[in-house]
């Protein structure tokens, strides 16, 4: 069994790391509490192919595999997670399902200018009333000749207030249950009823915009449906599928920095004439994040070798995702207390790694929904 990465893995990994400490670390802080993203970033992490990993070159992406698309994601969450996340929705959640189910002038028209950096994407499925369950959707889509009329409005979308385009969920045929749902990829510029909601104040992942889709009487083309009517229930669960992939190596990045603030610190701070590092307590700290680390990493790359090998990873990728994300809200809360009182101020980057952490417990689909996920798969009811 071979553990060591391929010699393309290990540089793409570099490269984002070097990114990461040089792009990101230093502007964090004030991504966070500016509530705003940087869009030179952006810009140059579209430059190098981070906006479109796995996606081809013939539509603007980089043509890697997950593998990689999972170890730059878990480097730039290190450096920001609000930037990963940004990064992570143009990849997964909105660049995924265009690519997978959509024809091939949806592939140059939708996937080329987002993995190219030339705008984003956003993944309509949340609502008011439909989070874990789809089956409460109300959005709906009503065919009037050349056109399907939208109705209904989305909640918490991350990227809402900044993309250009979006893959929408809507029931189309309400006799139906999960087969009456459908997915459409639009440009959200150019549809007349659309416009942005709330734009949410949250606890962490600041930088990263999470808004209302709000759509009244909203006319999109007939032809903007992704696949066939009625696929777009089995579309969301494969798309979630690829997505909890990201939202695992998000919550990886996280829980490195995490140790390697805590690293850092416990070696310059004194106290009782030593530093903190020479107590058995602290040390211990450290060695269990460093062992669950790396537990999450090798969940993590199982989930996306399986991917990249088009295998399935259903149950793998829920497993990374809700281990993962467990790893660094707990790895963060011990952090915090590793720094003591610098650990519950801004001077120090802890007490941001912890807030941005626990969102990776819960979007994406719930950790509670992840053990389902599992429950299912290992007796046989998928």
Sequence with gaps: MEFSLSEEHKMVQDMARKFADQELK???????????????????????????VAIPSEYGGAGMDYVAYALILTEISRGCASTGVIMSVNNSLYGFPVYTFGSEEQRRKFNTPVASGEAHGCYGLTEANAGSDPAG??????????????????????NGNIAKYAVIAAVTDKTKGYKGITQFVIDLEETEGFSVGKVEDKLGIRGSGTSELVFQDARIPKDAILGDPGNGFRQMLTTLDSGRIGIASQ?????????????????????????????????????????????????????????????????EAAMAKMYASDVAMWATVEGVQILGGYGYVTEYPMERLMRDAKITQIYEGTNEIMRVVVARNLLGKR
């Design 26 to 52: 230093p502007r964090a802080a004030e991504i966070d509490q500016t509530h705003r993203h940087n869009d030179e970033v952006l810009r140059k992490m579209a430059e190098n192919g981070f906006m479109g």
């Design 137 to 158: 959707m109300k959005t709906s889509a009503v065919l009037d000749g050349n056109c399907w009329i939208i109705n209904g409005e989305k909640k918490f979308i991350t």
């Design 251 to 315: 919550a990886l990045g996280i829980a490195k920095c995490c140790l390697e603030e805590s690293v850092k610190y416990s070696k310059e701070r004194v106290q009782f004439g030593k530093p903190i590092s020479d107590f058995q307590a602290i040390q211990f700290k450290m060695a269990d994040m460093a062992t669950r680390i790396d537990a999450a990493e090798l969940l993590i790359l199982r989930a996306a070798w399986l991917e990249s090998e088009h295998k399935h990873f259903e149950k």
